[in-house]
């Protein structure tokens, strides 16, 4: 299981969801799908979002099923009297699109300076969001806050600009 670090320092353990696998093994669709449908919603934003894996845990299948499966329940669920938000599921949406672009930038192009997929999915989740919501300068102020990382301040007002 990744560890990661927050901004205080402290170190804690994202758990992937285990899912009828062995010890050390887990279900790369059950820890997206299985805790976003479980009311984890924020452990899937961070297990997407987090920049301090080793290795991938995620593969392009998982993601790209997660993805497709996510944006088809929000464009079923949008119409009805049922409630159901959509800015969790847009920034969701977005980040693992965006985790999916930064995968294929990894492998497609190796030579160049490494960017770790979780700077795509944060740009993809702002992307979906700014085109979504409309609001540029207030969604660049809640990402940087959420990620405290002022150096992906440009980054995501050129992204939200242009998605919007």
Not at 11 to 26: A, G, I, P, V
Not at 103 to 108: E, F, H, T
């Amino acid at each position: 299981m990744p560890a990661t670090t927050d901004t205080t320092g402290h170190s804690h353990r994202l758990e992937l969801l285990h899912y009828r696998c062995k010890e050390h093994d887990y279900n790369q669709q059950a820890a997206l799908s299985v805790q976003m449908g479980g009311g984890g919603a924020e452990t899937v934003i961070e297990l997407l979002l987090s920049r301090n894996y080793e290795t991938e845990p995620f593969g392009y299948s998982a993601l790209a099923l997660f993805f497709a499966t996510n944006f088809l329940l929000t464009l079923s669920f949008v119409g009805t009297a049922a409630p159901y938000g959509l800015f969790v599921p847009h920034f969701v949406q977005g980040a693992a699109f965006g985790r999916i672009v930064g995968i294929a930038m990894l492998r497609n192009f190796p030579h160049t300076e490494p960017t770790h997929p979780g700077t795509y999915a944060l740009l993809g989740a702002g992307a979906f969001l700014g085109g979504f919501t409309r609001m540029t300068i207030a969604l660049t102020v809640i990402f940087v806050e959420i990620t405290s990382d002022t150096s992906m301040l440009l980054p995501l007002m050129i992204v939200l600009t242009v998605a919007r």
